[in-house]
């Protein structure tokens, strides 16, 4: 992470809001969110299922299903540029290009009956207009990079013949071939073996600090974050609850929910006592509390916390929490810690 | 690959031998007694009658007749002849160019409308053009093949005067008419088909992906959703290819043409069993030599499926 404050962020999503259109009514799926992201610098969206990550980040990406999808306001600059106001046949150039993204389950988001080779080699053809032989070409030098062995001879495998670990490679591969700025990865282990997870997140790592890139990680899982990320937006039910840089999150979380879902990591140390799960489910997003959408599951909720809705206000520097008691969390976890 | 094809077509003969064998009992049970049924209201001397009878083996037990008659195909390629004397071999390469170009039409007719109408569909779902598609093929499935010939000889052979209502005298144009009839059940089938498999693939993750790599919504559309979607509507529309056979019977005797389906309309009034033998063994052999082709072609358009 260099001078984030000062350079021009690659990208800034100002007070996004996306709805879906539904029978049951309008769901708002995201709610006015926030977030800046640098060159070189991870930032990670955490949420539940639900909470509107996942939908933030086809929204960035521009593949939101319209309809019932609808961008109902807001700005996604990239490099100050309003994507949500570019033509479309411009964005889509970006789109691989300039902005990409890698998917939770690497078998469905690859082309069954291509060749993987082919499906990499794709990206060069069709923005660079590379011929075929010099695509292939170049696919196999991509799977090279993100650790296929014998990339030559498995350019003409298809899908279905690759372990799971080597499939997210391959969409790895897909992803960066033509050097964009900013990846987005949507939970991009979950559907893979521990081990697995440590050796692709180690590359996204990797691979990012070689191309310099901005990585929007959008996961619900604590523990890769804690690796990983520079910056933390935790996402619930459409908002942002707390963002802060990673350090922060871990050492002072200032939201209720930032806390329980801390409490909720399993301990390698304490492997007799009971998880603390967070009781109750998200709100349902087309009835949404009329104060904080946390509150009905809040141990420390207040009647002004369910008529009052806490905006995301800056806490500390470079911390800020949707909560109207955050400093008093903060404050409360320091005497904790102050030698008896 | 090689050993699965061998496999496949030493499967033929059991298969032809059961079927044959059905068809024949089949024809063995008809009441009746088939050379009384070819005199008719002339009187014919006994003696006559039992010499034909012999000639065509109609004395011995059914088993003996059966065994005579795949014999006869076996040794010498005989395969029978009609009462009149007529090798069937004579009628099926006189026959048989007339149902294949039937078969042809109807098949154009089923791969292109079909595909194109599921195409439109599956682009516009929920929009008038599928709700029209929609209707239609629930009409084109639900009426029976004889209905929709009838139909169409009245409406477009008598009303409109557009095509001839029967035989074959006007070359190609006769064939459209019983063609549409014929096509129309599998149409309807494999343009809803064709949608259904083309919203699916809209929706799937590797189109998703498709757009996320920032192809046009054109290539989107074409390379990656439906180059999927039209896999399991080849081997439906081959399959099909086959059991079409079985509807020249209908056809072919509403528009008065003088292919194998109708023959075998004939042969089964006048007791030919030979021949209705013989003409059914043909539509069995070429149905499940189009299975098998549909079989291989499958396993080179989806390369999840591999055969050993």
Redesign the interface.
Known sequence: MTNSSTAEPLLEVRDLQVEFRTKAGTAQAVNGLNVTLHAGETLAILGESGSGKSVTAQAI?G?L?MPPGHIAGGEIRYRGEDLLQMPDERR??????NI??I?Q?AL????????VGWQIG??FR??RGVKRREARQKAVEMMERVGIPAAEKRAGD?P?QFSGGMRQRI?IA?AIALDPDVLIADEPTTALDVTVQAQVMRLLKQLQEEFNMGLILITHDLGVVADVADKIAVMYAGRVMEASDVYSIYSSAAHPYTRGLLASIPRVDGADERLDAIPGLPPALTDMPPGCPFSPRCAFATDRCRTERPELREIAAGHTAACHYAEDFITAEEDQHEPA | MTRYIIRRLLQFIPVVLVSTLIVYALNFLMPGDPIRALAGERPMSEAAIATMREQYNLNDPFLVQYGKYIWGIITAGDFGSTFSGRPLSDIIAQRLPTTLMLAAVTFAIQAVIGIIAGILAGLYKDRFIDRLVQVTTVVMVALPTLVIGFLLQLIFGLNLDWFPIAGTRDGLVSYILPGIALAAVSTGMAARMVRGELVDALQSDYVRTATAKGLSRRRVVLRHGLRNSLIPVVTFLGADLATLLGGTMVIETVFNIPGLGAMIVDSIKGQEGTVVVGIVTLFLLFFVTVNLIVDLLYALLDPRIRYE
């Open positions: 990406m593949i299903d889509r150039r970006l789109r691989g290009m990409s993204m998917f389950d469905s988001s690859l082309n069954p009956v291509l060749p794709e990206m069709v923005h298809f279905h969409m897909m």
